[in-house]
């Protein structure tokens, strides 16, 4: 299960940065502000997403 978990979380990470640099590309060389800028909200989220899960826990 922890294999799992890993490999999941690594797809997720491939995704923020391919998500990350194609929305600033589209923003910056493109012009097209709004994909570009949905584009690095969905990044934010899936990075945020993964925060979470990888921060221990306190207790």
């Known amino acids: 299960m ?3 978990a890993n490999i999941a ?3 997720a990470m491939f995704a923020v940065f391919a998500l990350g640099s194609g929305g600033i590309y589209l923003w910056a060389k493109r012009g097209e502000r709004q994909r570009g800028l ?3 909200a969905a990044a934010f989220v899936i990075l945020v997403n993964v925060l979470i899960w990888t921060v221990p826990n306190p207790t």
Do not use: E, P, Q, S
């Open 38 to 40: 949905l584009m690095l």
């Open 2 to 4: 922890l294999i799992a």
């Open 9 to 11: 979380l690594t797809i």
